[in-house]
Structures are given as C-alpha cells and as structure tokens.
C-alpha cells in the first residue's frame, strides 16, 4: 500500500474520524484534479474506509468504481452544498452539514490492516535484531575457540 494510504489510514485511527475537507489537506496535490484522490477513493472503495454518505439503497463501496470515487472526492473537497465536475453532481439537502465536512472513519478491515502492519514490522526488526545477535555470538564463540586451541 503506498505511504499515503498508510498516512491517511493512521491519521483516521488516531482521529476516529475526519472530514473530507481534513483529509484532502493530507494528500499530496501532484495534479491538482480528481486523479490526486484515486488512491483515497481505493481505500473506500476496498473498504478499508467507511464513506457515511454513500446511499442508503447501495451501501456497498465495492460496487462504485475508483474512478467515479475520485471524481466525487476531488468534487466535494471543497464543496458546500452542490459539487460539480465534468458532467457529474453531487449535492446534500438539509440541515448545516456541507459536501466538504462529510466524515470518514477507519473500517473494521482498516483497523486491521494496521495491526497487521504493525504485526510485520515488529516481527522484521526482531528477526534482523536476533540474526546480529546470533551473529555476534558465533563470532564471539569462534575466537575464544580459536584463542583456547590454536586454529
């Protein structure tokens, strides 16, 4: 998963929850359009991010595609209550709430994504730490081998 990715993932289970708008800040503006939210819109639509404004009848991430994800976050990142791009809108109705503020929270297969993470890379640094370990020692066993009976 590319570092991005992680960073919005372990800012969300940090935070519990952030907005669109938050986290739009967190990703890096290489090409100032909707292509810079694709790898955002890959982590809702795999679901290792819960979307509350997805519908009611289709709340199922899988089923929209990355790129109209994209489209829709790079839309709304700023929008208050209608976003368009291309030929495509998206609006809320009702109360106080805006486009941009609409929350994300880290899924239950997020949450675990990151404890695997973490899982690997504790088990990387013990393994690199017990082979200098065993390094030392072998060595260390071999000179005072060699040191006792002569080589």
Not at 48 to 53: E, I, N, Q, R
Not at 108 to 127: I, N, P
Not at 129 to 138: D, E, H, P, R, T
């Amino acid at each position: 998963m590319k570092s991005i990715a992680l960073k919005i993932l372990q800012k969300l289970e940090k935070n519990g929850e952030m907005t669109l708008e938050e986290i739009s800040k967190l990703i890096p503006k290489m090409y100032g359009d909707h292509r810079d939210f694709y790898i955002f819109s890959s982590l809702v639509s795999n679901g290792y991010l819960d979307d509350d404004l997805l519908e009611d009848e289709n709340p199922d991430p899988n089923r929209h595609k990355d790129q109209l994800l994209a489209r829709k976050y790079y839309a709304c990142s700023t929008a208050e209550k209608i976003a368009q791009f291309e030929n495509m809108t998206w609006s809320i109705h009702g109360g106080n709430r805006a486009l941009k503020y609409q929350k994300f929270a880290l899924s239950g297969k997020g949450s675990l994504y990151l404890s695997e993470f973490r899982a690997r890379r504790f088990d990387r640094v013990f393994t690199l730490a017990s082979g200098i370990i065993v390094g030392i020692l072998v060595a260390l066993v071999g000179a005072y081998f060699r040191s006792k009976f002569g080589a």
